[in-house]
């Protein structure tokens, strides 16, 4: 289980991973030239074959979103949604950072696939870094004909534009992201219509997650079989995942999935830090519900995360330890999507706010006995039935991904959160 | 207007680049709060006359967006209080920051020096706690550390804000190997990036 398709060039080339000349020389751009050889159709169909999924938090397949372009409209988009602000995860920016020419062919490929003559790079504002890495890749891509009219000598023509964001969570939403780069505020959409069919400027659009397209290399030069043939049904290829919280070892990694939960917090995150008990973790970024220790040796895939009610999200996995306040960790949640609300949707505008004083009132020992069922009746407001995946009163997730930590602790911790109410006690009192 | 030619003509250069020149207006707001060191109204009326927006809707995209600031000092320190910075003492690091520049979260100091804001998640989870200057990063920061580095900013007043220098002096877990140098860096409150040309080479 040790396959790397992502991070091989820069753990064993840390020094200049980064570059072109590292990139050529360890094969880069060989898939590029390979592609060029392929009618656009036949790589949509490695893509379609490889059985990828998005990497970005949805999960859809991308052969399935590629195939939703209209046969006859132009120009079409590529847009590259590098936004990545999940609390938890900072993958992306890994790969921003440390293989930019990877996701740059993945760019040129996919654009020659669709069709797509223009493709926005949008990178959240506190990339800046990450950004510069990925800008002088392209400059150098530019320059050894790899970008721009002709690539070449193909024929075929590309701009990429990277785009920086400014500080608004709701831009990872891919509607949101899309306003955002035409220059309005960042408020999601209501779909129909998908992006693909009305996306950028109204035009056929394709929105990929940096991890997505990052991939799309490996698959043209080994083969969509070749990648389908990774990991479990439904779960093919390798995934990043990002570790953090009371772990020994944090950081990014590189799995196949399939592997359980106790390998991945265990065995490659060395456990609990300080040798403590491990209390519960979220296993795909804050806006899923968390799992406990009854569920370590389930397996890590999309659809066992779905059987649990929850999701592998973005691959952010943030473990907490047997001493956190569960109330001060769901508080610090709902406290990231109170202020991220973009203030569309009067349930998740007013709610995420009204969960948000609740939490803090129980933590100042201020709790009423009414603020358990308060709070799931606001939680039901936003996302009616409480259930998983959730129903929304709004027009995106974001409300509904607020709800998330409130489930949680009302599940698996709602005698502390009763006790701290009833004894009246504040945290850490 | 007070922006430099070299802006003005990076301004349009973006506006051109764009299928529709409204979408330059975020890089624009960079380039006016670049140039002006914050975002005033004239900035803001600029960056309206070179994409045809009116001031009014420039306006409201500038404010939907944390990043574009109106007020903001030299030095915009960012401390994230999201999960991961918390259950790592993202709150004792916050304090120490507040309490060594005199400057309270969300404010800014009267001498203009420091902005201090807690931010939401930055994508540093993996080097808890972490906080940005001049949305540069350092990881793996203490109460200890976190008041060195603003000394440090105090004190020397670094013309350029670099990740690597400040991750070397006052850092300490990172959340991956963040490989070799990066000698570019911040000179105002916002984003480097050579495009909107508002990064420059350090030391």
Redesign the interface.
Known sequence: MTERILTAR?EDH?????TLARYEATGGYAALRKALGMAPEEIVAEVKASNIRGRGGAGFPTGVKWGFLPADVR?RYLVVNGD???????K???LL??DPHQLVEGIVISAYALDVH?AFVYI??????P???L?TAIDEAYAAGYLGADVLGSGFDLEV?????????ICGEETALLN????????PRIKPPFPAVEGL?AKPTIVNNVETLSNVPWIVTNGGAAYDRIGPEGSRGTRMF?????VER???YEIVMGMTWRDLIEGLGGGVRGGKGLKAW?PGG?SAPWLVPEHLDEPVTIDDAGRLATMLGSG?V?V?DET?NVV??AL??VR?FA??S?GQCTPCREGTSWMERILERILRGEGRPMDLDLLLDISDNISPGLRWPPAMTTICPLGPSAVSPITSIMRHFRHEVEAMVLQGVPAGG | MTWSPDAVERARRLVARYPDPRSAVMPLLYIAQSEEGRLTDEGMRFAAELTGLTPVQVKSVASFYSMFKEETGRYVISVCTSISCMLLGAADVLEAVEDETGVAAGDTGEDGLFTVEHVECIGACGGAPAAQVGYEFVEGLTPDSARSLCRWLRDGRPDVVMADEMQELFGGRTGFPWGPADREGSTGPVPAFGPYGTSEEGR
């Open positions: 820069m840390p020094a200049d991973s980064h120009p990545e602000s999940e609390p938890g995860t900072f992306d920016r890994q950072e440390r223009h959240r504002g506190e990339y800046p870094r950004a510069r890495r800008q534009t990277v785009h920086l964001g400014a500080g608004a969570y955002s780069l035409e220059g309005r505020r960042g408020e400027y990002s570790l953090s919280g009371h944090p950081g990014n979220i804050a952010a943030v907490m956190t001060e960790a610090s949640v990231f202020h991220e973009c």
